[in-house]
C-alpha cells in the first residue's frame, strides 16, 4: 500500500511539473490520469446475480524534446487496479510500472541514432487463483520488483512522421531482475541468483495518434531475442490503449496487454504450471479523465 501512495503523490507532483514546464517549440508534453470505478448490487433480484465492485486508476505520461538534429522522447505509464465479486477478498486487475527513456540524433531526413533505456515492474503481490474442495486457493507468483526488467539498446530510429516510429537496436543487453528467491526459478534464472543477463537485438514499435475525434490510440509493440541462447525463439510485449473522451471529466479506456516471454512459466486456470504461453490481460473502464 505504500508503494502505491507513493505512486500516486508521485505521479499528482510529476503531472504538476510537467503541466507547468516550458512548452515552447522544444517540448511537447502530454499527461492523461483516468479513474475509473464500476459497481454492481444485487438485493431479492430474481434473476440472480453477485455484487462486485472495481477500481482502475492508470496515468500516462510523455515528454519529448526536439532541437535541431536531437530528440529526447520519455514515457511513463503506472496502471493499478483492484476488484471484488460478491464476498470474495480483494483482487488486483492491474499492476504495472513502465518507463521508457530514448534519446536519438538524427542523421537523415527520417532517420536517427538512438539509445535506449527501459524498465518495467510492478507494485504488489500477484497470485493466481483456484478453487480446491470447494475453497479458494491462491499461489504466489510476483511481487514489486520480483520481476523486473531492463533493458537499454542502441541503433537506429525511423520516424516518418510524429506519432509513429520503430527502433531497430542490434546491440541490446536485457536484464532481468527476480527479488524473491521463491520466485527466480519462474522467471529462468538459476537458483542463487537473482538478475539474469541477455544479449541480443531488439524493435520497438509506438503508434499514438488521435485517430477520430476525441478518440486516441496509443500501441506498443517490443520484440527481442537473445543472441546467444535459442535466438529463433523471439519475447514479445504488445499493449494497446484506446482512449475515448466523452466530455472535459469523462472518458472510456480500453487496455490490452499480450506477452510472449520464453523465460517465463505461466500457470493455466486449473492451476498447474506449464512452459511459455502467450499472456493476455484485457481491461475496460469509464471514468472520470485529466488530460493536459
Not at 538512438?114 to 493466481?128: E, M, P, R
Not at 472510456?252 to 498447474?272: A, L, R
Amino acid at each position: 500500500m505504500k508503494r502505491i501512495l507513493l505512486a500516486i503523490i508521485l505521479s499528482v507532483f510529476v503531472s504538476g511539473v510537467f503541466a507547468q514546464a516550458d512548452t515552447t517549440k522544444y517540448w511537447t508534453i502530454k499527461g492523461s490520469n483516468s479513474l475509473n470505478f464500476s459497481q454492481v448490487s444485487f438485493r431479492h433480484w430474481s434473476a440472480g446475480g453477485e455484487n462486485s465492485v472495481a477500481l482502475n486508476l492508470l496515468l500516462d505520461y510523455s515528454a519529448n524534446y526536439k532541437k535541431d538534429n536531437y530528440s529526447w522522447d520519455n514515457n511513463l505509464v503506472i496502471g493499478y487496479g483492484l476488484s471484488r465479486q460478491g464476498s470474495e477478498d480483494v483482487k488486483k486487475s492491474d499492476d504495472r510500472i513502465d518507463f521508457s527513456s530514448k534519446m536519438g540524433w538524427q542523421t537523415s531526413k527520417h532517420w536517427y541514432f538512438s539509445a535506449l533505456l527501459g524498465f518495467k515492474t510492478q507494485f504488489t503481490k500477484g497470485y493466481k487463483y483456484k478453487e480446491v474442495d470447494g475453497r479458494e486457493e491462491r499461489e504466489y507468483l510476483s511481487n514489486f520488483m520480483a520481476p523486473a526488467y531492463l533493458i537499454g539498446g542502441i541503433g537506429m530510429d525511423y520516424k516518418p512522421v510524429d506519432y509513429f516510429s520503430v527502433l531497430i537496436t542490434p546491440l541490446t543487453l536485457k536484464m532481468t531482475m527476480v527479488y524473491d528467491d521463491d520466485l527466480v526459478s519462474a522467471f529462468g534464472i538459476d537458483e542463487g541468483d537473482n538478475v539474469k543477463g541477455e544479449f541480443g537485438a531488439s524493435i520497438k514499435a509506438v503508434f499514438d495518434k488521435e485517430v477520430f475525434t476525441n478518440v486516441n490510440l496509443k500501441s506498443k509493440l517490443e520484440l527481442f531475442s537473445n543472441y546467444t541462447e535459442n535466438f529463433q525463439n523471439v519475447d514479445v510485449l504488445f499493449d494497446v490503449i484506446v482512449n475515448m473522451k466523452i466530455n472535459s471529466f469523462l472518458s472510456t479506456n480500453f487496455i490490452v496487454n499480450m506477452v510472449y516471454d520464453d523465460d517465463v512459466k505461466t500457470v493455466k486456470d486449473d492451476g498447474s504450471i506449464v512452459g511459455p504461453d502467450i499472456q493476455y490481460m484485457q481491461l475496460f473502464g469509464l471514468g472520470l479523465t485529466y488530460n493536459f
